[in-house]
């Protein structure tokens, strides 16, 4: 099946660094990537959208100049936390799906930790 | 607005079997999903629905109403290492999935 990778698996950075999150589609093509963050015990929450070639696609409330999305390729989209802080420690999730009603394929996720 | 509602947590006996809710309201509708998430891991596909019925796949079974907005995810002969978070997520018009906070499953010997 299709496979998405996804790396690092868990970052421990200073307050005011800036951290980036790979996702690579491994087997196919991804025009379109999604990133997550998900807090403890709640919900997948949508933070973008990620597209080939093109601008992401924010959520309501989501800074796009603290969360910097880059999807230059067909395989590849990056997500950068700019100047994290603690309060950006999440589990950061991409994943891409391999058509437009079918079903995402996740990576394995990157959990966060800002000091 | 979107919503969806399931149970914050149930639990389970080893060998039994457990059926978890889903009714969701959406702008518009592509099918459900359900997905399986081990604490501290990203989700794993499990079942997708778009047509009304039951679709069965081993020891995992999912049933879909449209007319009422419902699903549930039946789930046999329980294991051990069934125990994980179980994720419903309709899939709205824009083919966005919406996701609920997931039903919390414990299975005791």
């Known amino acids: 099946g299709a496979v998405v990778s996804q790396h690092p698996s868990w970052v421990i950075c200073k307050s005011g660094t800036s951290v980036k999150i790979e996702c690579r589609s491994l087997d196919f093509q991804a025009t379109t990537m999604f990133w997550y963050r998900q807090f403890p015990k709640q919900s997948l929450m949508l933070m973008a959208t990620?597209?080939?070639?093109?601008?992401?696609?924010?959520e309501q409330g989501v800074e796009k100049d603290k969360f910097l999305i880059n999807h230059a390729s067909l395989t590849l989209s990056t997500l950068t936390v700019t100047s994290a802080h603690p309060e950006d420690s999440s589990f950061y999730i991409c994943s891409a799906p391999t058509g437009q009603n079918e079903k995402l394929f996740f990576g394995s996720g990157t959990q966060l930790s800002v000091l | 607005g979107q919503n969806i509602d399931q149970p914050t947590e149930m639990t389970a006996t080893e060998g039994a079997i457990v059926q978890i809710n889903c009714t969701y309201q959406?702008?518009?509708?592509?099918?459900l999903f359900w997905y399986q998430q081990h604490a501290g891991e990203a989700p794993t596909f499990l079942s997708y629905n778009v047509l009304d019925g039951l679709e069965e796949k081993g020891r995992f079974s999912s049933f879909l109403s449209r007319s009422k907005g419902y699903s549930y995810l039946l789930l046999k002969e329980l294991q051990m290492k069934d125990s994980a978070s179980y994720l419903c997520a309709p899939m709205d018009s824009n083919y966005q999935l919406i996701w609920g906070a997931g039903t919390k499953l414990i299975i005791k010997p």
């Open positions: 990620s597209n080939e070639g093109s601008k992401a696609t924010y």
């Open positions: 959406t702008s518009g509708f592509n099918g």
